[in-house]
């Protein structure tokens, strides 16, 4: 699973393209189809990305919304977040999906 710059993970709903990346002037890849945002999985790769605390969080903030999480929620969400954030070298996507498990469960 791919979680896309709009906060939404991506199954299904892709489409394919072709875009220049430094390996190929043509390398295959695909797109969300609801936001539109294409990916380049050979210059910048998606599941490895580490942004910063901010980016991080304004992340968070639109999974949360596309997820309809309650405000009550989204604080505890982005408490976790900080937290995984600060206990070492975890992806965004890794963070985001453990928080939100952390959240969700208890
Ligand atoms: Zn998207």
């Given at each position: 699973m791919i979680l896309c710059e709009c906060g939404e993970f991506i199954k299904k709903s892709t489409f394919k393209d072709y875009i220049s990346t430094s390996q190929n002037p043509s390398t295959r890849t695909i797109g969300h189809e609801k936001c539109g945002l294409i990916f380049n999985?050979?210059?910048?790769n998606v599941s490895k990305k580490y942004s910063s605390r901010k980016r991080l969080k304004i992340l968070a903030m639109k999974f949360a919304e596309k997820n309809d999480m309650e405000r009550e929620l989204i604080g505890k969400f982005l408490l976790e977040i900080d937290r995984l954030k600060s206990?070492?070298?975890?992806s965004d996507q890794k963070i985001i999906l453990e928080a939100y498990r952390r959240v969700w469960i208890s």
């Amino acid at each position: 699973m791919i979680l896309c710059e709009c906060g939404e993970f991506i199954k299904k709903s892709t489409f394919k393209d072709y875009i220049s990346t430094s390996q190929n002037p043509s390398t295959r890849t695909i797109g969300h189809e609801k936001c539109g945002l294409i990916f380049n999985f050979v210059d910048d790769n998606v599941s490895k990305k580490y942004s910063s605390r901010k980016r991080l969080k304004i992340l968070a903030m639109k999974f949360a919304e596309k997820n309809d999480m309650e405000r009550e929620l989204i604080g505890k969400f982005l408490l976790e977040i900080d937290r995984l954030k600060s206990c070492g070298n975890m992806s965004d996507q890794k963070i985001i999906l453990e928080a939100y498990r952390r959240v969700w469960i208890s």
